[in-house]
């Protein structure tokens, strides 16, 4: 099948999200062209499969150096900017959030203004931002939904929210071909340890505690990465510009329970000596600000672009501990070179 949209800007693709989605958009047959600064969360390695593909070219550099995006953006034609270059952990927010307002906001920024030109170059080109449902706040009941208004909590969201309301600005203001999307939490391979579902895989493995904060009975709507890029491709090639689309797939569950669905596969795939990896959990110190409760009505991408989530919870889940338990290497080095599994987030409290 021809696609219309064939030259990609895939800034922040050496990311959990990110990596998934060039995969995808190597294997449709698109040129990528990934620009990404390898921060702490970023690794080249999680690209090994594409890195020698002839549609496939790298650049380790920041979206917020002026001097490399000018050189860089001068001459070339593309036919879409995806960002998913951004800070991505709350907890890190929260322990200090400049770097947060830095990339999530000024890069973005940077980029819009970049995107103008590109959009000169090529009519169709369009620019399609890569959000979270973060920036809605937190929902007692009911879901969230593109009316819902921007009610960001911690610093984290609140970066996110900025740079979602430039990406609006561009639109109304300069008419630059926007799309934003909004999505509950991922899992899935490869996932930067610092989040949840690592976490927990990876202090189980190596018999540590899995810290719960607070009682447990936050809730988080939890999405698989791959059913995240087909609903993202979905949109760069159907969506409809100046359009916002939330993505979730109707996974809301408190995070105790969450903690027990991941210890329930790893006793089934992993099982330990007269005891189950359930007791090795342990309720902590909650996060500050934390949100209660995430949940996403995705009816508008399943109305209007056809897109369904694809892969079943629970088996995706178990794939997932599958990964960490074939894939100790890469884990390992990540532990040992960018971040050993500590606890963030709590030592500014007033
Ligand atoms: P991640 O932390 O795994 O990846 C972020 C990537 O951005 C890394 O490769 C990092 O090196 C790169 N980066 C950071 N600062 C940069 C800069 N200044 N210049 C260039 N590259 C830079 O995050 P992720 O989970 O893959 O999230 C990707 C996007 O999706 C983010 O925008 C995030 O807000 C959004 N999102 C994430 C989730 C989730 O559950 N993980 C859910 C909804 C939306
Ligand atoms: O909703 C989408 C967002 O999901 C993304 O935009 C963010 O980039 C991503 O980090 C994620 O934010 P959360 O705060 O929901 O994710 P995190 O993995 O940090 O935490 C998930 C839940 O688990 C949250 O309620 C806090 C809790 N938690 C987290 C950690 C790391 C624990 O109970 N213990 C932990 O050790």
């Known amino acids: 099948m021809e696609y219309k949209i064939k030259k990609l800007i895939v800034t922040g693709g050496a990311g959990f999200i990110g990596s998934h989605f060039v995969r995808l958009s190597i294997e449709k047959g698109f040129n990528v062209t990934v620009i990404d600064k390898l921060t702490y969360s970023g690794s080249l390695e999680a690209l090994n499969d594409v890195r020698n593909n002839k549609n496939f070219k790298f650049y380790k550099e920041s979206i917020l150096d002026d001097k490399f995006l000018l050189e860089f953006f001068r001459e070339k034609q593309y036919d879409a900017l995806i960002n998913f270059a951004a800070e991505t952990h709350v907890d890190r927010s929260i322990e200090n959030s400049a770097d947060f307002v830095l990339t999530n906001i000024v890069g973005v920024q940077k980029l819009l203004d970049l995107s103008i030109d590109l959009h000169k ?7 399609i931002q890569i959000s979270t449902d973060e920036v809605f706040g937190s929902i007692k009941s009911g879901s969230f939904s593109e009316n819902s208004k921007y009610k960001p909590n911690s610093p984290y969201a609140a970066s996110k929210a900025g740079g979602d309301h430039l990406v609006l600005s561009y639109y109304k203001t300069y008419g630059l071909p926007v799309i934003i999307t909004n999505c509950s939490n991922n899992y899935g391979n490869n996932q930067f340890p610092e989040k949840f579902v690592p976490l927990l895989i990876i202090k189980a493995l190596q018999n540590l505690y899995l810290p719960i904060y607070g009682n447990g009975n936050q809730m988080r709507d939890w999405i698989n990465v791959k059913d995240h890029c087909d609903a993202i491709m979905l949109i ?21 329970d969450m903690a027990e669905k991941i210890c329930n596969s790893l006793d089934d795939l992993l099982p330990l000596k007269n005891k189950s990896y359930k007791n090795l959990i342990k309720f902590v110190t909650d996060r500050p600000g934390h949100d209660y409760r995430y949940s996403i009505n995705s009816n508008k991408i399943k109305n209007e672009l056809g897109w369904r989530p694809k892969i079943d919870f629970d088996r995706g889940l178990k794939e997932t501990v599958k990964w960490y338990l074939n894939n100790k290497t890469i884990w390992e080095k990540t532990l040992k070179e960018n971040y050993s599994g500590q606890r963030l987030g709590l030592n500014k409290l007033i």
């Open 121 to 127: 170059k090529n009519q169709s080109f369009k620019f």
């Open 236 to 256: 760069l090639e159907q969506g409809v510009i100046g359009e916002q689309y939330l993505i979730g797939a109707d996974n809301c569950i408190r995070n105790i």
